[in-house]
């Protein structure tokens, strides 16, 4: 076994133990936060729907092509996550804004905008960062509502595989940046080229 396959198999015992101290951890009680949706104002709380968890997925919005990056690699296990719990995408831009994004990339999220406002203050900040893309999972009991926990998004994360396969390549994250379209315009376009939008 290579030092690199031990190392890696030491990060899995420290995942599970970096899981058993967010179990740990205790509840923060949090207020009931409004929200924008196309379907106009709504609460943290109506956000659950009918389910007791919710993870809030931080997103910094269209500006960002690493947040575009994680949340399409979320939007691919959606699926499974909503088995588990209520799942939302917020971010600062408007709702229109939000679903044009969503269309766009194929996002099945349920989204809502905090527009900038005292959800991105209390939630997002992260040290040196008023909007720091991540995710906080709450739970509703009792008329509360309550953070179990958050995290921050950022590249070598637990939460994005792209940075692994790109480090298995030998690849550092100076080497490569996401991009919202990977298509290129070839030299000759078989179809003459006309209204071609880059």
């Excluded at 015992?13 to 205790?26: D, H, I, N, S």
């Excluded at 943290?44 to 500006?63: C, E, K, T, W, Y």
């Amino acid at each position: 076994m290579t030092e690199a396959e031990k190392l890696e198999f030491e990060i899995m015992e420290k995942t599970r133990q970096l899981a058993a101290l967010r179990r740990a951890e205790p509840d923060i009680e949090v207020e009931d936060y409004r929200f924008k949706t196309t379907d106009g104002e709504t609460r943290l709380s109506a956000l659950f729907g009918d389910r007791p968890r919710l993870l809030v997925i931080h997103n910094m919005g269209q500006g960002c092509r690493y947040c575009t990056l994680w949340a399409d690699g979320i939007n691919g296990v959606l699926e499974h996550l909503e088995d588990a719990m209520a799942v939302v995408l917020v971010s600062k831009d408007p709702p229109d804004v939000q679903r044009r994004m969503a269309l766009d990339r194929g996002w099945a999220f349920r989204m809502a905008s905090h527009g900038g406002g005292s959800y991105m203050t209390d939630h997002c900040a992260m040290g040196d960062y008023a909007n720091m893309p991540g995710a906080s999972v709450y739970e509703h009991r009792e008329g509360k509502i309550f953070r179990r926990g958050r995290t921050a998004f950022g590249p070598g994360d637990l939460y994005s595989p792209v940075w692994h396969f790109l480090a298995l390549a030998g690849l550092e994250e100076a080497d490569w940046t996401p991009q919202f379209q990977y298509w290129r315009r070839p030299e000759n376009l078989e179809d003459g080229g006309e209204n071609v939008r880059d």
